[in-house]
């Protein structure tokens, strides 16, 4: 076994291999950018060594730094995690050039599954089911859309070197079939310097089913099961869960076997997924292999008992594999879901910030969290935003369902937007419950799962207007304390008035689907308690305690917890116990003595999020109508277009191809004739 690791990723992948590697006893290596040089896996691992600039390709990305780095601290290893250089041919290759030993598949094995066309033609050698489609060299526009006419709408196409959903587009009808390609291969070469495509004939109800593979340097491959990740959003995995739901015992002893034999086709060595679309009828067919270690292999561990990232490290130190087919077996049943900084109701589009207030459900036999980050860190564009993932296990699926939903419940986050009430819909879905699953689940029941904006409750403002009067109270104590009157009148907060009712009136804004209402709370001093008058209603506060953010109250008899995170004028408010549903109530706090808002109504065309311009569609002068793409912008791995509002001229285009530009930026200027 190894003495000493690299692990060449960050985020919560490499805290997950510096877990397992402490608890073998083995001492890890970190790498890191300028962004992440106080980041969590850099303040776990035994060493970290500076890279290079944030952006991945000035330091993450850096395979000769790396290769570096792993020599000046004598590891015997890299971990490559997933994404960055975990499938990257040329590094593992360098790896052996250099006598380190690349905890991953060989290179051979990278370069077979590297690309899907070449994929497609070893899977059908190995006799392994393929969807019908066009794998060939033959990128000519005129002949792929030729192929796409002969298979029937709708079609697919993919970037032949793509994953995670990057560069792939389903096309509907013949005449979106050139913009989509356009699009697809734009998106491929920017993201792996590759822009060929393979089409294939799409399957309109199709499941996500993908078998867990192992295999070690002696000639032993076995499967872990199959997991079930059928729930995406842009084609990336939302919700995971093990063992597949619906699977008869024979078609997952099937696949599995299938799976081992792509594994062999191509001499695999280590941990690796076999990924396959389900029919409805129960046929299915090879999609890709990947050749590394999944994001969601925490549900097959918490099903199997099994470490994979352990088994990842023993069967690269030349050791057998740790158990034998027939030694497995499905133990209940277990979900992960992604907590990404992310807003649904903007089509997912990745959120930046930092994160003032983190906190989680308790880690126990049946919750796990893998994260990277702590409360105070930033989720920055230059990577992927996600927070951490939650895993939930439990002895069936309903009972790991129900976890879930409390789990959920219990994570709170402010200071970026997150999909947490949007997952937490998710888990509550009665067709998600009821296996009703295909990889188009969530465009089917958007309406349900992207929800309106709920106004505040009673709940919300009781909880609201209780901490700031509370948190007066406690300044004006420590105020006291050290004035030289303690019991001067002016140094309370109970609402004192000469010969009136001792009373407070709060006034907040809640934002509700665009609008903000105005709200306003009277809180009246009583000798036990207060009385509040809210807009729709009195209730009486009989008790209230006040601990850091945490408030204990008592409101006629009825006592609940809540909490209270301030930031710069918000409140944010969670009540605990009121529903397994997790959503976030914000209130602005008004202050009556300050001036007005602005009624600025914006209307620019501003970037969404910081990011590089790809490609500007119009010129000033240009007629538009509503509707039509105007700017491309890359951020945070992804294309996103920008739309005209609606239609008009081009007064003045503000940036050029290539230009990088800041959150909120004016991309160019419309005149409406309005």
Not at 546 to 573: C, I, M, P, Q, Y
Request: glycine fraction near 8%.
């Amino acid at each position: 076994m190894f003495t000493k690791i690299l692990i060449a990723n960050r985020g919560e992948i490499a805290c997950r291999v510096i877990k397992t590697a402490q608890k073998l006893g083995i001492k890890t290596v970190a790498v890191y950018s300028e962004a992440d040089k106080n980041a969590m896996h850099v303040a776990m691992a035994d060493e970290a060594v500076y890279l290079g600039p944030a952006p991945a390709r000035d330091s993450y990305l850096k395979s000769d730094l790396i290769i570096e780095a792993t020599k000046q601290t004598g590891a015997q290893a890299i971990h490559p995690g997933y994404g960055f250089l975990s499938e990257n041919a040329d590094f593992s290759k360098a790896c052996f050039a250099n006598g380190i030993e690349f905890i991953g598949p060989p290179e051979s094995a990278i370069i077979a599954m590297g690309s899907k066309s070449a994929a497609k033609e070893i899977m059908q050698q190995a006799q392994v089911p393929l969807v019908p489609g066009y794998h060939g060299e033959n990128q000519d526009t005129d002949f792929l859309k030729s192929k796409a006419d002969k298979m029937g709408y709708p079609v697919i196409i993919k970037a032949t070197a793509g994953g995670g959903g990057k560069g792939m587009r389903i096309v509907w009808k013949a005449e979106e079939f050139e913009s989509n390609l356009a699009s697809c291969k734009r998106e491929s070469a920017a993201s792996f310097g590759d822009d060929r495509v393979l089409v294939e004939k799409y399957i309109t109800k199709p499941r996500h089913v993908e078998i867990q593979v192992f295999a070690d340097k002696h000639g032993n491959a076995m499967h872990l099961f199959e997991r079930d990740c059928s729930v995406q959003r842009r084609h990336q995995k939302v919700i995971e869960e093990a063992p597949a739901p619906g699977l008869s015992e024979a078609t997952r002893e099937t696949m599995g076997q299938v799976a081992i034999r792509a594994a062999k086709a191509i001499g695999y060595v280590g941990a690796g997924t076999v990924e396959f679309l389900y029919d409805e009828d129960g046929s299915f067919y090879f999609m890709e292999m990947n050749t590394r270690l999944q994001v969601e292999h925490p549900v097959t561990e918490y099903i199997t008992g099994q470490d994979l990232v352990e088994w990842q490290l023993k069967v690269a130190s030349n050791q057998e594999l740790p158990l034998k087919q027939e030694e497995l077996s499905i133990n209940g049943h277990a979900f992960e879901v992604r907590i990404y900084a992310e807003d649904p109701r903007q089509d997912f589009l990745p959120a930046t910030g930092t994160l003032l207030h983190l906190d989680t459900p308790a880690e126990t036999q049946h919750v796990r969290i893998d994260t990277g980050v702590r409360q105070g860190d930033t989720v920055s564009v230059h990577y992927d935003p996600m927070i951490a993932k939650l895993i939930v296990w439990d002895h069936d699926r309903n009972a790991a369902l129900a976890r879930l939903r409390g789990a959920l419940a219990q994570y709170q986050v402010v200071g970026v937007t997150t999909n947490i009430e949007f997952l937490s819909a998710l888990a509550s879905n009665q067709a998600f419950e009821d296996l009703d699953l295909d990889t188009n689940f969530i465009e089917r029941h958007k309406e349900d799962l992207i929800l309106d904006d709920l106004a505040a409750d009673n709940d919300t403002l009781v909880a609201a207007a209780i901490y700031q009067i509370l948190k007066r109270e406690q300044k004006a104590q420590q105020t006291a304390a050290q004035s030289e009157d303690p019991y001067s009148p002016w140094n309370q907060v109970t609402g004192w008035r000469l010969n009136t009712d001792n009373h407070h009136t709060l006034d907040y804004k809640d934002l509700v689907d665009g609008i903000a209402n105005e709200l306003s709370v009277t809180v009246h001093f009583r000798s036990e308690g207060f009385l509040l008058e809210l807009p729709s209603t009195e209730l009486k506060v009989l008790s209230a305690k006040l601990s850091g953010d945490e408030l204990r109250l008592d409101v006629e008899g009825r006592r609940f917890n809540a909490k209270v995170v301030e930031d710069t004028g918000k409140l944010h408010v969670f009540v605990h116990g009121t529903s397994l549903f997790a959503r976030t109530q914000m209130l602005e706090i008004v202050d009556k003595g300050q001036a007005g808002e602005s009624d600025d109504a914006g209307g620019s065309l501003a970037a969404p999020m910081p990011g590089t311009i790809i490609d500007v569609l119009v010129e000033a002068g240009d007629t538009v109508e509503a509707g039509q793409p105007l700017v491309i912008l890359e951020a945070m791995k992804m294309e996103h277009t920008i739309n005209s509002p609606s239609a008009g001229t081009v007064s003045e285009v503000m940036y050029s191809a290539g230009d990088l530009v800041e959150d909120g930026a004016e991309l160019l200027s419309l005149d409406s004739g309005e």
